[in-house]
């Protein structure tokens, strides 16, 4: 079809679709899926080959958060019942993440739950990087510690950090939906301090929460002006407990379509599937990776995600490799930006952005979610009806093994 066509073309030349083409793959039919999935593959395989990262989750911190994110299983008044622990010692969490980088993971997320950090808090994720690093040098590092203050950013780049990760989750005109304990601008300012300390930006979204197409379509394109050099696509997982419950709205097709928008718009960004994939693109997986070219390995946050032994399994049946430590992540003329000081960020136009003349790349109406915005209600309505009678709620599990619990990781 003509709007395939020149979406992998413009794709092949880092160059940014328009609102209308990006909308236009979210309204595409079943029946088209598999030209979609093909279209953003070829793009996927010009920048990443057939290259998957692993990516592997340390949480150092979990539950209590004082913010009232409604998705969030540790938010304010969650009555998820999660595993809640206070900080890790260096120690531990170097335990946690070997187990990870033993399974072929390259990165390591650390993560811990709160608005943002203290310097005291700063130091104690200095003191685990130390550990990390300590016992594998190659491995990339990736903070996640909510907002942050100035200069916090600088030292964590110091002490080792090689990526932070801050999501936007949603977009600007949305966001004051699903959160109130902060802002949009506040997660923006984030990502801008990061960057500009020289940190690899990591930066994504949720699916799934009853955003519109539009929302979709308006976050990612902010993701890219921001110079996102790794998006995590995250699909809600609608734990008991918490405001978002029961918005249980996506489907498999759903979700390969929103990845493929991804792509398109971020052509040769890291593109991760992250949580929420086992429970929504279920036995579709493997075509998630014919667009992305990440992954987390194992276990989430706060909920339990196929064994790490069945992702590299995915992962060889389905013709990709898992990228080693010595190769690089990113292609050349992003790899060289980021190692430049940066490129695409907030004060990059869109337009300029990602045209075959920059070297840059890229940077990075409320219908249910799963159906389109010109839907009526009634029809919307029936959509929901239909998808609820296929929810797989057995396959939300609250994370019990791992760190902080008596059980071994799942890498």
């Not at 379509?257 to 279920?282: K, N, Q, S, T």
């Amino acid at each position: 079809m003509d709007l395939l066509d020149t979406l992998t073309a413009k794709g092949l030349r880092r160059e940014l679709p328009t609102r209308e083409e990006a909308l236009a793959v979210l309204a595409t039919t079943d029946d088209e899926l598999l030209d979609v999935v093909a279209a953003a593959g070829k793009v996927r395989r010009q920048w990443f080959g057939r290259r998957v990262k692993l990516n592997y989750l340390v949480n150092l911190k979990s539950g209590l958060c004082p913010e009232d994110c409604s998705y969030c299983s540790q938010r304010l008044g969650s009555k998820a019942e999660i595993l809640k622990y206070t900080w890790l010692k260096p120690e531990q969490a170097a335990e946690a993440a070997a187990a990870g980088l033993a399974g072929g993971a390259k990165r390591v997320c650390l993560v811990a739950s709160g608005r943002g950090p203290t310097d005291r808090d700063i130091d104690r994720v200095a003191d685990t990087i130390a550990a990390i690093k300590g016992a594998d040098e190659q491995v990339e590092v990736c903070a996640c510690l909510g907002l942050l203050s100035d200069n916090q950013a600088e030292r964590l780049k110091a002490a080792g950090a090689d990526a932070y990760n801050h999501n936007l989750n949603t977009s600007e005109s949305t966001y004051g939906d699903i959160t109130t304990t902060h802002t949009y601008a506040d997660r923006v300012d984030t990502v801008q301090k990061a960057h500009g300390a020289g940190l690899s930006a990591c930066s994504g979204l949720i699916a799934g929460m009853g955003e519109s197409d539009e929302d979709l379509v308006d976050v990612v394109f902010a993701l890219r002006d921001l110079g996102s050099d790794s998006v995590p696509v995250n699909f809600l997982i609608p734990f008991e407990g918490t405001p978002l419950a029961q918005e249980w709205n996506l489907t498999p097709q759903r979700c390969l379509r929103i990845l493929a928008m991804v792509r398109f718009v971020c052509p040769d960004v890291e593109v991760r599937i992250a949580g929420g994939r086992e429970v929504h693109l279920r036995s579709l997986q493997p075509l998630g990776l014919e667009i992305a070219n990440s992954i987390f390995l194992g276990d989430y946050l706060t909920s339990e995600g196929q064994a790490g032994q069945a992702d590299l399994d995915m992962i060889k049946d389905a013709g990709f490799t898992v990228e080693g430590a010595d190769e690089r992540t990113l292609p050349r003329h992003r790899a060289d930006a980021v190692a430049a000081g940066g490129c695409g960020g907030a004060s990059a136009s869109a337009s300029a952005c990602g045209t075959a003349e920059h070297a840059c790349g890229s940077g990075g109406g409320c219908g249910p979610c799963g159906g389109h915005a010109e839907q009526a209600p009634a029809e919307a309505a029936d959509a929901a009806a239909e998808s609820a009678d296929e929810v797989r709620t057995d396959l939300v599990r609250v994370r019990r093994r791992g760190a902080g619990t008596e059980l071994a990781p799942n890498a």
